[in-house]
């Protein structure tokens, strides 16, 4: 009974308040839109190239689209377009109609990327439940730690693609071990995670790499399932056949686009790079953009101390929860290490190693570090694996202390803003960090809907804030703090 309560109660937690947190604003004309509720041009870039295939069908931008999207649109050829693949913007599209028909299409568009994130809540909790092995409380930590400690909140009530891979990897990862579990895997536990993984690029092109373990994942199996190998050597023909189908997308959509299938979309020079070079220079600029000018082995050192403990985007500055994951390492992963874990492993270290060697590995305006959203749903089951094995008293009430200061911080960002300057210096520190979202929740700056509309002239954002914590860590502690003893919480 116990069980089935908690369950409940944490679920309707988390849906409450990403409903609440949601960021936006009744349906206005573009430019009075450019702050509030899109923050950056990240926003903005594939919401113009939504509207522009709405109302144009067409996926180069109007002048009105290009001032709406800001330094992230790109310029090729007289046309300019989102520097973003259209994914994005393509599936956002139905309930942007649905939304506009009430003068809420923003909003509607921006809760798509919600659904995707509470769809990520829903699938951890199954991983931790079904893979990992983990008790009910453990499993319900699962959700708890990613969707409301970690930055990731940020980014799961705003427009940016971040949740919407996190689901595309947690999909094919849930799919996959489905597949495991037989003789030979069906269908849909095998086309439809290569049809996920080779689709993947449309929404994020560096999903092509960072996604590649789920497909390693896949051959291995398939190697070890039981059935003939010439049956499982024909499964693997089909299955290469239909990515290469998939992969043939992409060089068809940049032919179609740009004339030239070598063209990436996100690669394209800025429209004000083109002004200041000359039209003329503009194949010189997209000649520029090769994956060895993006991705530079020189910049890791650099890149890994940004994502991982700069003050303005430390994984573990603003999520601080996450830092248990040593302690799972050294523990369970060198010990007794599953196939699925180091596939899971695998796929960190991927995204670590990649976007290291990105060029901005603070990922311009943003809260916290944004890249890793995906492999934060990855060590919150590893930290939940943790606490499930946690014996010692003393460990747990410093868990749960530094849980909590983590979910302060991303309640902060969710809350206020998630604009962050990057830190370029010293006496920058207090407008990079969330130092500064606490100027905005004391002078009650909300990009939420909900508090906009309903709260804003009633209740102190900061006293909403306080509750909305207070809630949080409630509910944390009696999942932690659950007695393991007790058989309803197994």
């Not at 109007?62 to 377009?81: A, C, E, M, P, S």
């Amino acid at each position: 009974m116990f069980s089935k309560k908690i369950y409940l109660i944490v679920s309707l937690c988390i849906i409450g308040l990403y409903l609440f947190t949601l960021k936006g604003n009744f349906d206005q004309p573009f430019i009075s839109q450019l702050y509030c509720p899109f923050e950056s041009a990240h926003e903005c870039a594939p919401f113009a190239n939504m509207q522009s295939l709405i109302y144009y069908g067409s996926n180069s931008l109007d002048k009105n689209l290009v001032v709406f999207g800001r330094i992230d649109v790109g310029f090729y050829q007289g046309n300019f377009y989102s520097l973003f693949p259209p994914g994005l913007a393509i599936l956002a599209i139905p309930f942007y109609l649905l939304g506009h028909a009430f003068h809420v299409g923003q909003l509607f568009a921006f809760s798509f990327v919600m659904i995707c994130a509470l769809l990520n809540g829903l699938l951890l909790y199954y991983i931790s439940r079904s893979i990992f092995k983990l008790s009910t409380r453990a499993s319900l930590i699962t959700p708890v730690i990613f969707l409301l400690s970690s930055t990731a909140w940020s980014y799961g009530i705003t427009f940016f693609q971040h949740q919407v891979s996190t689901t595309l990897l947690l999909l094919c990862f849930w799919l996959i071990w489905k597949g495991s579990q037989t003789s030979l895997p069906h269908w849909k536990y095998t086309y439809v995670p290569v049809a996920l993984y080779g689709l993947s690029g449309h929404i994020d092109y560096p999903n092509l790499v960072l996604l590649s373990p789920m497909m390693v994942y896949l051959l291995v199996v398939i190697c070890k399932a039981a059935a003939p190998r010439i049956q499982k050597a024909f499964l693997m023909f089909k299955l290469l056949a239909v990515l290469g189908i998939l992969l043939l997308s992409y060089p068809l959509y940049n032919h179609i686009l740009f004339g030239d299938w070598r063209i990436l979309q996100n690669r394209l020079p800025h429209f004000f790079e083109v002004e200041e070079a000359g039209v003329a220079e503009q194949e010189k600029l997209v000649r520029r953009s090769a994956v060895s000018y993006i991705f530079v082995l020189d910049r890791l050192p650099k890149g890994l101390y940004t994502l991982l403990f700069s003050p303005g985007r430390g994984l573990f500055l603003y999520s601080p929860i996450f830092i248990f994951i040593f302690f799972t390492l050294r523990k369970r992963f060198f010990k007794n290490a599953t196939t699925e874990q180091c596939i899971l492993w695998l796929t960190v270290i991927l995204f670590l190693l990649l976007y290291g060697s990105y060029g901005d590995a603070s990922g311009g305006f943003s809260y916290g570090p944004r890249f890793l959203v995906p492999i934060m749903a990855i060590l919150s089951l590893f930290v939940a694996q943790y606490i499930d094995s946690l014996k010692n008293k003393i460990i747990t009430i410093a868990l749960f202390i530094t849980l909590s200061y983590s979910q302060a911080i991303a309640l902060l960002g969710a809350i206020t803003q998630s604009i962050n300057v990057p830190c370029v210096a010293p006496a920058t520190i207090s407008t990079c960090t969330y130092v500064m979202n606490i100027g905005h929740l004391i002078s009650n700056k909300s990009n939420s809907f909900v508090y906009k509309t309903m709260l804003q002239d009633h209740v102190p954002l900061f006293f909403v804030y306080i509750f909305i914590l207070m809630l949080i860590t409630s509910m944390s502690a009696t999942l932690i703090f659950q007695n393991k003893k007790d058989p309803n919480s197994t």
